[in-house]
T-cell receptor
């Protein structure tokens, strides 16, 4: 089956620093990638949708300048949390899809736990 | 905007028994997709089952089956012969048809499986 990896799996950083999270599709080309945020004991909230070579589409309430998303290739998307603060601590999950249509399955990565001190 | 509601924060089932998880949703669309995802303690999201709204037949995957009631906008998941490995958070999700469609998740149901 399709595999999506995320790196790192856990990261701890100091307040004010930036953190980059990578999402890779290992055995398929991901036209579309999605970034989600999950707080403890809560559901997944979509942050943004990115298509390869295009600017990401952010959900309402998500700060574009704080959560920078780059989808430069068909197998890699990155989420950079800039000037991280303790309230940004969360579980970040990416998913990847081989196409843009609704019939295309989303394959999820294992997630990255970010802790901002 | 579409919403997905899971009214059972927690459920418990004995091993080998059957349990049903509830999900309702709200949409004005006639064609869409519904999903059940499992999130075990590892936090890896796993697709359990998928249903196309235009199909009247309920989807089935081994021990997992759904009861899709389109008019009632209800989409419940039945787990038969429950196993310890079924213990996890279960999320119901909705997705529109068309391009650039996104998943909308419910709040989840934590399923415990007891001996």
């Amino acid at each position: 089956g399709a595999v999506v990896s995320q790196h790192p799996s856990r990261v701890i950083c100091k307040s004010g620093t930036s953190v980059k999270i990578e999402c890779r599709s290992l055995d398929f080309q991901a036209t579309t990638m999605f970034w989600y945020r999950q707080f403890p004991k809560q559901s997944l909230m979509l942050m943004a949708t990115s298509n390869e070579g295009s600017k990401a589409t952010y959900e309402q309430g998500v700060e574009k300048d704080k959560f920078l998303i780059n989808h430069a290739s068909l197998t890699l998307s990155t989420l950079t949390v800039t000037s991280a603060h303790p309230e940004d601590s969360s579980f970040y999950i990416c998913s990847a899809s081989p196409g843009t249509y609704s019939t295309d399955t989303q394959y999820f990565g294992p997630g990255t736990r970010l802790t901002v001190l | 905007a579409q919403t997905v509601t899971q009214s059972q924060p927690e459920m418990s089932v004995q091993e080998a028994e059957t349990v049903t998880l509830s999900c309702t949703y709200d949409t004005s669309e006639s064609d869409y997709y519904l999903f059940w995802y499992k999130q075990p303690p590892s936090r890896q999201m796993i697709l359990v089952i998928r249903q196309e709204a235009y199909k009247q037949q309920n989807a089935t995957e081994n021990r997992f089956s759904v009861n899709f009631q389109k008019a009632a906008k209800s989409f419940s998941l039945k787990i038969s012969d429950s196993q310890l490995g079924d213990a996890a958070m279960y999320f119901c999700a909705y997705r529109n048809t068309g391009t650039a469609s996104k998943l909308t998740f419910g709040t989840g149901t934590r399923l415990q499986v007891t001996l």
